[in-house]
Nanobody
Framework: QVQLVESGGGLVQAGGSLRLSCAAS????????MAWFRQVPGKEREYVAH????????FYADSVKGRFTVSRDNANYTMYLQMNSLKPEDTAVYYC?????????????????WGQGTQVTVSS
């Protein structure tokens, strides 16, 4: 299994930007897709975006499309989430996840490896 550690969260004003990072260790052969999810207290974990094994293909939830960009650097075993034009409703704990499944869904249960999460707070 791959181990994941997120960083880069913090407090930002609405309209601002943050970049999250997810560092992988352990099984770093890159044969896994990687994703970002987010969760607020009392709600289910929500899909944000994911990137294919090669980094060529990216996918987004409608709520973040055009504002967030997911990417990965396989040479440095790291995935990123560039978040621009942040809104108060983007406030959540952000988690990175990895899956070895060939066909990647947006269901959290399809992802076997998870980071510990990083808090993002957007003030109005």
């Amino acid at each position: 299994q791959v181990q994941l550690v997120e960083s880069g969260g913090g407090l930002v004003q609405a309209g601002g930007s943050l970049r999250l990072s997810c560092a992988a260790s352990g099984r770093t052969d890159g044969t896994y897709a990687m994703a970002w999810f987010r969760q607020v207290p009392g709600k289910e974990r929500e899909y944000v975006a994911h990137v294919s094994r090669t980094g060529i293909s990216t996918f987004y939830a409608d709520s973040v499309k055009g504002r967030f960009t997911v990417s990965r650097d396989n040479a440095n075993y790291t995935m990123y989430l560039q978040m621009n034009s942040l809104k108060p409703e983007d406030t959540a704990v952000y988690y990175c996840a990895a899956t070895y499944r060939i066909y990647v869904s947006r269901d959290p249960s399809d992802f076997a490896s998870w980071g510990q999460g990083t808090q993002v707070t957007v003030s109005s």
